[in-house]
């Protein structure tokens, strides 16, 4: 496989898991009273998910291939 292949399939990865974290069952696990730094729960973990998210598939696509070292 080359790493364009690769990569494709980490992307795909990281979309099912977004599609998994911001369905029902996960999100109603944080959908409880609280807040976390004045922030309510659900809307601090959606934010931190949604920006850990596209930190990783930043890093899927910046990654280097081996063979151009």
Do not use: H
């Not at 998994?20 to 934010?47: D, H, K, Q, S």
């Amino acid at each position: 496989m080359d790493n364009f292949e690769i990569k494709g399939q980490r992307l795909v990865a990281l979309a099912m898991l977004g599609c998994l974290v911001f369905n029902y069952p996960i999100l109603e696990l944080f959908n409880r009273p609280g807040t976390v730094l004045g922030i309510p729960v659900l809307y601090a973990f959606i934010f931190a998910a949604w920006g850990l998210l596209i930190a990783l598939m930043a890093a899927v696509v910046e990654t280097k291939d081996r063979s151009d070292r």
